[in-house]
């Protein structure tokens, strides 16, 4: 009986920091056009994301001044003729022994950017409208162009089991200090 009642206590517990958190998101503003063009190379790690990268490179290409980047992580499937299918420049990882994944595919795609503000963005992703990415751009603008700038993605949830994934969105958000007794204000 006393583990039912610390377990119901715990779920309020729960949902009443959830929405805490929830009231709390800062929201990406829509600048329209307003603010100007910033020039941005946004940088896409890739393992065999042939079927994800249309969704994504259709979502980038109405964007005016941004260079894509796909750094191929060993594909097998069609990853790289998608990828430039969408105008994309195609690059494979070096092979290296000491470092790999997603970070070393993100390091070696920031040395192929020419532009000085990079976006690395996962392959399943979808922009919400034509200029999400310069709205980004202008958000990291507004806060002094320093420093990094995170963004937690909506998930849409397709199976009943990606509801677990809130718990790892939960402490993302956490760990970005969005909701901390000893947040430090501006």
């Given at each position: 009986?006393?583990?039912?009642?610390?377990?119901?206590?715990?779920?309020?517990?729960?949902?009443?920091?959830?929405?805490?958190?929830?009231?709390?998101?800062?929201?990406?503003?829509?600048?329209?056009?307003?603010?100007?063009?910033?020039?941005?190379?946004?940088?896409?790690?890739?393992?065999?994301?042939?079927?994800?990268?249309?969704?994504?490179?259709?979502?980038?290409?109405?964007?005016?001044?941004?260079?894509?980047?796909?750094?191929?992580?060993?594909?097998?499937?069609?990853t790289q003729v998608v990828a430039r299918y969408y105008g994309a420049s195609v690059y494979t990882v070096e092979n290296d022994t000491t470092?790999?994944?997603?970070?070393?595919?993100?390091?070696?795609?920031?040395?192929?950017?020419?532009?000085?503000?990079?976006?690395?963005?996962?392959?399943?992703?979808?922009?919400?409208?034509?200029?999400?990415?310069?709205?980004?751009?202008?958000?990291?603008?507004?806060?002094?162009?320093?420093?990094?700038?995170?963004?937690?993605?909506?998930?849409?949830?397709?199976?009943?089991?990606?509801?677990?994934?809130?718990?790892?969105?939960?402490?993302?958000?956490?760990?970005?200090?969005?909701?901390?007794?000893?947040?430090?204000?501006?």
């Open positions: 009986m006393i583990l039912y009642i610390i377990a119901i206590v715990l779920t309020i517990l729960s949902l009443i920091s959830g929405m805490c958190m929830y009231a709390r998101r800062a929201i990406i503003n829509n600048f329209g056009k307003e603010r100007g063009q910033t020039a941005v190379s946004v940088i896409v790690p890739a393992r065999n994301e042939a079927e994800n990268l249309p969704k994504l490179l259709n979502s980038i290409s109405k964007e005016q001044v941004i260079e894509v980047i796909v750094m191929d992580d060993g594909s097998t499937d069609e470092w790999q994944g997603k970070s070393h595919a993100c390091w070696q795609g920031s040395k192929y950017a020419t532009h000085d503000l990079l976006m690395f963005v996962d392959a399943d992703v979808q922009f919400a409208c034509d200029d999400s990415i310069q709205n980004i751009a202008n958000q990291y603008d507004l806060q002094g162009g320093k420093g990094l700038l995170s963004i937690q993605p909506s998930h849409k949830i397709k199976k009943l089991y990606e509801n677990i994934s809130a718990i790892f969105n939960l402490m993302t958000i956490v760990g970005m200090n969005q909701f901390s007794i000893t947040k430090i204000s501006k």
